[in-house]
């Protein structure tokens, strides 16, 4: 019998990224920035997707893919406002990029500004997964503990920014703005953090803007005249 | 729960290596775990020993290895490990910057036993 040792040294989610990354050129190529919306369960996502449809209607083109271990019904609350998808992931914990190329499918792959993947409300394992995004969003709401970012690293480490959300029960909870984002930059020292509140639109109009600033700067590296790249 | 689906990457892959080499069984598989990975390592071997009799034999071993946070200053080039998740340079005290190592699931080699006569790699 024959014994060997083959050395790989090999990222193992190295194809995963490799599609992402092609699906994230794809993508922005055409002038759609990829956000990635990630937080608790109950922070907010779909009620800061509906205000910014909102305040983007008529101006700013968007679809949005949602994310849930089952049922439609954050797909049923958006579709009024934007094309949607619903994406059911049968009881696991996030989602991974084939689940997203095929929401895209069945929206008949449309060019639009932006694309929002809500993904399933947990702050563990949609941290490991790359879904094409230019931009990772974490949101964190006021009723939730301000000492979060510490105890889930990798989400905060690995996102660009984090929206504090429901900032109307300020005055009724226990948190602390000032706490949250000094937690938060400990570990990621460059976050943008915006705060807002979706139910009286206070914050959506800087939150909107953000996206608008992150499209052009993100996406500039796709129009470079090829010579300069 | 994700360490399911990061078995199913691993396996794919050791399954390509073992194709490659010609065949033979899997005897290990020797992987490191980044303190930043986002995996546990109790469920990412439960996930393993659930799931690796369906491609190899069950006597296939996972040797898992945790890795520390390593991270490089952007300004003053200054290498450190990451202490409690605090990402900023002990040098110059700055937040720029990059981890170089310990935030993947790297697998590190594959000990596969054969019958044939090509002489093997020293483990």
Not at chain 2, 14 to 28: D, F, L, S
Not at chain 2, 104 to 110: A, G, M, R, T, Y
């Amino acid at each position: 019998m024959n014994q060997r040792t083959i050395v790989v040294h090999r990222d193992v989610q190295a194809d995963q990224k490799a599609d992402a990354a092609a699906e994230r050129e794809r993508l922005g190529r055409r002038g759609t920035l990829v956000v990635n919306l990630l937080s608790s369960p109950g922070a907010g996502k779909t009620s800061l997707l509906e205000a910014t449809a909102r305040h983007f209607a008529g101006r700013r083109s968007m679809a949005v893919l949602v994310g849930d271990l089952e049922t439609d019904r954050d797909a049923r609350r958006l579709a009024p406002l934007v094309p949607v998808a619903q994406l059911t992931t049968g009881g696991a914990c996030h989602l991974e990029l084939p689940l997203v190329q095929r929401g895209l499918k069945a929206l008949g792959d449309p060019v639009v500004d932006f694309l929002f993947i809500e993904n399933v409300g947990n702050l563990v394992c949609p941290a490991s997964h790359d879904l094409a995004e230019h931009l990772r969003v974490v949101l964190i709401s006021t009723t939730e503990g301000d000492d979060k970012p510490g105890k889930y690293p990798k989400m905060f480490r690995t996102s660009q920014a984090m929206v504090i959300t429901k900032l109307d029960l300020l005055p009724h909870v226990p948190f602390s703005v000032e706490a949250v984002t000094a937690d938060a930059h400990l570990i990621q020292p460059q976050l943008k953090v915006l705060t807002n509140c979706a139910l009286n639109g206070s914050g959506i109009a800087s939150w909107c803007e953000f996206l608008e600033q992150q499209h052009q700067q993100q996406l500039a590296q796709y129009h470079e005249p090829a010579g300069n790249r | 729960m994700h360490e399911r689906s990061l078995i199913q990457s691993l396996l794919r892959q050791v399954e390509q290596i073992v194709a490659t080499e010609g065949g033979g069984q899997v005897a290990e598989i020797r992987v490191q775990v980044g303190d930043l990975s986002g995996v546990e390592p109790l469920l990412f071997q439960m996930a393993f020993d659930d799931m690796v009799p369906a491609v190899f034999s069950s006597e296939c071993q996972l040797a898992l290895e945790m890795i520390p946070v390593t991270a490089v200053c952007s300004e003053c080039e200054h290498q450190f490990e990451i202490v409690d998740f605090q990402f900023r340079c002990p040098a110059c005290q700055t937040g720029s910057v990059q981890v170089i190592q310990g935030d993947k699931v790297k697998l590190i080699s594959v000990t596969i036993n054969s019958n044939n006569s090509i002489e093997g790699i020293a483990s």
